[in-house]
């Protein structure tokens, strides 16, 4: 590509700078940054494209936590509880989703989060019950759009979960394996589903998947009150204690949502036991 991107207005390095440009390299990486002028000495054969003052320019934005196959969903049993639409909405549509279909609902959902300034994405996907196949549409989809994806793949093995989104900690840790040695520059790391849709064989199973292969491990945690009263109930302890009960916070740990969670869990989480939150 090898252009200089001259901006009157721009968001970087935390703050607004004007008359500030940036080289893309032919690797389409930015391979200078700064005031135009000095950005301009150092690069004088590099062609020029110019955004003018009413135009703001700002690095591009990151979603952190996506179910893209859920624009599928959109307008429809929005007012419906979480359990009936998850039962009736969710599991009735995306269970039967084939590969070639979940390549054209990515090619849709990373084409419009593009065109609203979304350059990454952290996408925790499911449809792994059957293999591998659904899970490369999505990086074939990531590819061909060209936004950068994080595919945390779903480890779910709870007997109320689809088939299609089902499989058994062994066939988790195979199929991974597989995926990350057929695709070695993708980012594809791991996503034990939550407490409620991974039994503790399986949470186990990852938190040595993640050590191994040094991958992170994102996972839901007490999104509603039903979590946590479904935790208290089945493990006698709330979520987040209970997934620390198996080692689950590391490093490499992204939590998600943790929306239902005390001043003493917030402080345990906070101690730096995981990587960062991602709360929607
Ligand atoms: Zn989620």
């Known amino acids: 590509m090898n252009e200089l991107i001259r901006c009157a207005r721009a968001i970087a390095g935390g703050r607004q700078r ?30 020029t494209r110019a955004f003018p003052a009413d135009r703001l320019i700002v690095p591009g934005f990151v979603n952190g936590h996506s179910h893209a196959y859920q624009i599928l969903l959109r307008g429809w049993a929005d007012d419906w509880g979480f359990d009936r639409w998850r039962k009736d909405a969710l599991y009735r549509v995306v269970a039967r989703l084939s590969s070639d279909d979940v390549y054209w609902v990515f090619v849709a ?38 936004i ?4 945390a793949r ?48 399986m949470l186990r199973a990852a938190v040595d ?37 198996v080692g689950l916070f590391t490093q490499r740990t992204v939590v998600v949502h943790a929306i239902y969670v005390t001043d003493e869990e917030k402080a345990l989480l906070g101690r730096g036991a995981c990587a960062s939150f991602v709360t929607q």
Request: net charge negative; aromatic share 8%; charged share 20%.
């Open 109 to 146: 959902a990373f084409s419009e989060m593009l065109a609203a300034g979304i350059t990454s994405v952290a996408e925790f996907f499911y449809l792994n019950g059957s293999g591998n196949a659904h899970a490369e549409s999505v990086l074939r989809a990531a590819q061909e759009t060209g």
């Open 154 to 201: 779903a480890w779910m093995d709870a007997v109320h979960a689809p088939e299609a989104f089902r499989e058994t900690p062994d066939d988790a840790v195979a199929r991974t394996s597989a995926l990350r040695s057929a695709y070695p520059s993708a980012a594809i790391c791991i996503a034990p589903h939550s407490l409620h849709a991974a039994s503790e064989t």
């Open 18 to 47: 004007e008359d500030f440009a940036f080289v893309i390299g032919d690797d389409g990486a930015i391979s200078d940054a700064g005031d135009y002028a000095d950005v301009r000495g150092r690069n004088s054969a590099v062609s």
């Open 209 to 245: 998947f993640s050590r191994e292969n040094a991958c992170d491990l994102h996972v839901h945690v007490a999104e509603t009150r039903e979590d946590v009263a479904l935790s208290m109930e089945t493990f006698g302890k709330t979520p987040v204690l209970a997934l620390d009960g």
């Open 148 to 151: 950068r994806l994080v595919l």
